[in-house]
């Protein structure tokens, strides 16, 4: 077989890196997200260091790591060439919001330098901008980055405001006008609970508070307003994607009204922190039903402690091959997980295990595994800070290298590069082709797209590897790193079935080898749908290839969505008025040439969260919950199981249930409550279905009594 020479396959890559940026912010399957703390980051504007409103909470030295550092908006704009050049294609920053002023220690300085102390959610903060909280310096970061054909995610943390024992004593304002705190919330602002202490409890998880941060309620409408008029004026400002920080507690059936609300704007893309360790956790189902029906995506915890199980605590790789099975066959869309081995709240993989090559081997995986992946800021120049094990804060290193030439930074670069080019990674299927404790090979396929991985953990010890077969055609492969980390070569022989022999080989060392196989398509092939779920009107994209330059159609059933704009590799079109449910959406070149079908839940009309009281329900026993289903997709069709049905409610105050559930604007629905008993038998309440008209915005409640 005739082999394209690497150099200009690989510029070739380059090009395409940026090329395929181009396509909507719903698809985020073939970025890079680069993860920065703005204030460990880099000082690009002194002025901003100690400034007039939050004065004395800054520390020059960088000795004092709960102080603000000088990190701001205007640093990561300067170093964007450094970013662009390793490959990342969006950089996460830290909440851009105005956050607690004063000082949360009796002795020291205790500063929100992490952004997560929310305080005013209409204004940006002045050690990040400047000190009138403008938008000045973010909208130059982000036009700068759209410039740089590159993405902003913004971090938003809707939970909470700051702690409601210190300081401003969790006080919000909005623009400047004070709203309430935790000792003055005369509106109902806040929920007034103690700390968690249960954290398999669906209620405390929801409503308690999390650690000392002042709980806002979201189903209070001043609440609602806000939260999403918030996250409004950020679209309005060009933000491109939305990392949700601890949705696990936050309200969750608002939650569904709030991601309906971001994509009603404008496109969008949103992922959130539900803390997990495993998929053995007890409310596992709980996360992946909320990702499936929301259209949030989560951060793939499971797969992130399995993979520092494997680098760090040299755990076999079947603990990371089982996460993988078991996510796939849970979550409608793994390729939107969103995949990390480091952040910003846990210690360094290098500050568990000193070993670069593990490091690298870490990177290797995210960046050509199922997922979109995480580097953080630091991990190209090996920095970590063993204070304290490297935990909180001192894996929030300062950034103090930024050299170009580090083995991590070239993989990522030329990883990043493979990943935008072959579809198969961002769109593929995923499949073990060879596994022992210390050998990984996986496979990526989307349609004649490509790519095999083999990773050697072991530090010492080389394996023979025999009976491998692969989807790759028959040929010669070169290591597609060019032996950056002891790759070597592989020749594949002609099979049946996509299951071609691969020569028998030796695998080094700590080595990672890819072979890949890229084609153009010759039909359509889709590959992403964002987002996956919305009513008529909303602005969606599939992405692909193969589409043709010339304007096809998109089908939902037999009606035609209207067409917004149309590329060989992206389609973006409306939601036509057809009736809500499911329905396979099928894309048509201009030839009538027909793609795969690709899954889309049609909404009755845009969301509002609407409180579910039921009175002195069913008498239940231990793992015996109370649903809420009912005639229309928001409310599962009368689904009868736990992954159909809404909920299951919460019961503070036992017999009684309560829920907030996210209902079709303007619509009357009909429904009922059920008690899904531990073995699967379901008790309906008696009577006739209950009705109730949503409000066409806002929020709402309904208060009825269980019939029997």
């Given at each position: 077989m005739q082999r394209i020479p690497r150099a200009l396959l690989q510029a070739f890559f380059a090009v395409c890196l940026f090329l395929c940026l181009s396509i909507h912010a719903q698809d985020f399957k073939k970025q890079v997200i680069y993860q920065v703390v703005t204030d460990r980051f880099y000082d690009g504007d002194t002025t901003n260091d100690n400034p007039a409103e939050s004065p004395g909470l800054f520390d020059s030295s960088h000795t004092n790591w709960q102080a603000y550092w000088g990190g701001d908006l205007a640093g990561i704009q300067q170093k964007?060439?450094?970013?662009?050049?390793?490959?990342?294609?969006?950089?996460?920053?830290?909440?851009?919001?105005?956050?607690?002023?004063?000082n949360c220690s009796s002795s020291g300085v205790s500063a929100p330098y992490h952004s997560y102390w929310n305080r005013d959610f209409m204004q940006i903060e002045e050690h990040f901008g400047d000190n009138s909280n403008s938008f000045s310096a973010f909208d130059s970061l982000v036009s700068s980055l759209h410039s740089n054909g590159m993405k902003i995610i913004v971090d938003e943390a809707n939970n909470h405001s700051n702690p409601d024992n210190c300081g401003e004593m969790g006080s919000l304002y909005n623009n400047g006008t004070f709203m309430a705190a935790a000792n003055n919330d005369p509106n109902g602002v806040f929920h007034h609970n103690p700390d968690i202490t249960d954290w398999n409890d669906r209620y405390q998880l929801q409503y308690w508070t999390l650690s000392d941060l002042a709980d806002l309620n979201q189903e209070n409408a001043t609440v609602d307003a806000y939260l999403k008029g918030a996250a409004a004026q950020l679209q309005n400002h060009h933000v491109d994607a939305f990392r949700l920080?601890?949705?696990?507690?936050?309200?969750?059936?608002?939650?569904?009204?709030?991601?309906?609300?971001?994509?009603?704007?404008?496109?969008?893309?949103?992922?959130?922190?539900?803390?997990?360790?495993n998929t053995s956790d007890p409310l596992y189902p709980d996360s992946y039903k909320f990702s499936n029906k929301s259209g949030i995506n989560l951060l793939d915890f499971p797969l992130n402690n399995a993979l520092r199980d494997v680098f760090a605590n040299n755990a076999n790789w079947s603990e990371v091959d089982s996460t993988i099975n078991t996510e796939n066959a849970n979550f409608t869309f793994p390729n939107d997980l969103v995949t990390f081995f480091d952040s910003h709240d846990e210690a360094r993989l290098l500050s568990l295990n000193d070993n670069q090559s593990r490091l690298q081997e870490a990177m290797a995986f995210i960046l050509t595994g199922r997922g979109i992946p995480i580097i953080l800021y630091g991990d190209e120049q090996y920095l970590f800070n063993n204070s304290n094990g490297g935990n909180d804060p001192y894996n929030r290193v300062w950034m103090s290298s930024f050299n170009t030439s580090t083995t991590a930074y070239r993989l990522i670069s030329k990883l990043a590069g493979l990943r935008a080019a072959n579809d198969a990674i961002g769109y593929g299927t995923w499949k073990q082709r060879w596994i022992n404790n210390d050998v990984y090979i996986y496979e990526r396929q989307f349609f004649n797209d490509v790519v095999l991985v083999a990773i050697n953990k072991n530090d010492t010890t080389p394996y023979s590897i025999s009976n491998l077969h692969t989807a790759l055609p028959p040929g010669t492969y070169s290591d597609y790193l060019g032996g950056l980390q002891s790759g070597n070569g592989l020749i594949v022989t002609a099979g049946s079935g996509g299951n071609n022999p691969a020569n028998n080989y030796t695998i080094a060392p700590a080595s990672i080898s890819v072979w890949q196989y890229q084609v153009n398509a010759a039909?359509?092939?889709?590959?992403?749908?964002?987002?996956?779920?919305?009513?008529?009107?909303?602005?969606?994209?599939?992405?692909?290839?193969?589409?043709?330059?010339?304007?096809?159609?998109?089908?939902?059933?037999?009606?035609?969505?209207?067409?917004?704009?149309?590329?060989?590799?992206?389609?973006?079109?409306?939601?036509?008025?057809?009736?809500?449910?499911?329905?396979?959406?099928?894309l048509k070149t201009s030839s009538g040439t027909a793609a795969n079908t690709i899954a889309f839940t049609v909404l009755t009309a845009k969301l509002i969260p609407v409180t579910f009281t039921i009175n002195n329900a069913n008498p239940t026993n231990p793992g015996d919950y109370i649903y809420v289903t009912g005639n229309t997709v928001e409310l599962s069709n009368w689904g009868t199981t736990?992954?159909?049905?809404?909920?299951?409610?919460?019961?503070?105050?036992?017999?009684?249930?309560?829920?907030?559930?996210?209902?079709p604007a303007g619509q009357t629905v009909q429904f009922k409550f059920i008690d899904i008993q531990s073995n699967g038998n379901v008790i309906w309440e008696n009577g006739s279905n209950h009705s109730y008209t949503v409000p066409a915005s806002g929020t709402g409640s309904v208060n009825v009594n269980w019939q029997y």
């Open positions: 964007l060439a450094y970013i662009k050049g390793m490959g990342a294609t969006a950089v996460w920053v830290s909440p851009v919001v105005n956050n607690e002023n004063l920080d601890a949705i696990k507690h936050v309200t969750w059936g608002w939650e569904y009204s709030f991601a309906n609300s971001v994509m009603n704007n404008a496109p969008s893309f949103l992922f959130g922190e539900w803390m997990q360790s039909s359509p092939e889709a590959g992403s749908i964002g987002p996956h779920i919305g009513q008529p009107g909303m602005t969606v994209t599939i992405a692909g290839d193969g589409f043709g330059a010339s304007t096809g159609s998109v089908l939902f059933g037999t009606t035609a969505a209207t067409i917004k704009s149309w590329s060989n590799t992206s389609v973006t079109f409306t939601v036509p008025s057809v009736a809500a449910g499911g329905y396979n959406v099928q736990f992954q159909t049905a809404v909920g299951p409610m919460l019961d503070p105050n036992y017999p009684n249930w309560f829920l907030n559930v996210a209902l």
